[in-house]
């Protein structure tokens, strides 16, 4: 997971303030239109898809086990979460969240 967490970090702070400006204006434009929405949600199941793969080949595991299936749907769920945010703040805030999503998940996921 901290694999994972680093690279979802890292990409946020490599991009440049005018690419983020721009990924904020889609994305709101994404939250706002149905039809774009649907069209962001497949999206996100091909990208959870990927990730499944990508995660049984680095651990020599199956696309078909359920904690590799699992593991990829709360990476993908933490992007979920964190969507409606993504079009309002800024990098550092958002680094922000997406760094508390994955610390709620390391201590546990206690309610």
């Known amino acids: 997971m901290q694999a994972v967490r680093n690279v979802m970090i890292s990409g946020i702070n490599e991009i440049t303030d005018e690419e983020w400006e721009t990924t904020r204006r889609?994305?709101?434009?994404?939250?706002a239109v149905p039809e774009l929405r649907a069209s962001a949600?497949?999206?996100?199941?091909?990208m959870m898809h990927l990730l499944t793969q990508i995660v049984a080949k680095r651990i020599g595991g199956n696309v078909d086990a359920p904690a590799i299936r699992t593991f990829s749907g709360v990476i993908?769920?933490?992007?979920?979460?964190?969507?409606?945010?993504?079009?309002d703040a800024t990098k550092a805030e958002f680094a922000r969240l997406l760094n508390e999503a994955f610390e709620v998940l390391e201590n546990g996921l206690t309610l």
Not at 41 to 46: D, I, K, L, R, W
Not at 76 to 87: C, P
Request: aromatic content about 4%; proline content about 0%; hydrophobic content about 45%.
């Open 26 to 31: 889609r994305n709101r434009l994404i939250m």
């Open 41 to 46: 949600m497949n999206n996100v199941s091909q």
């Open 76 to 87: 993908v769920g933490i992007n979920l979460s964190l969507m409606e945010h993504y079009a």
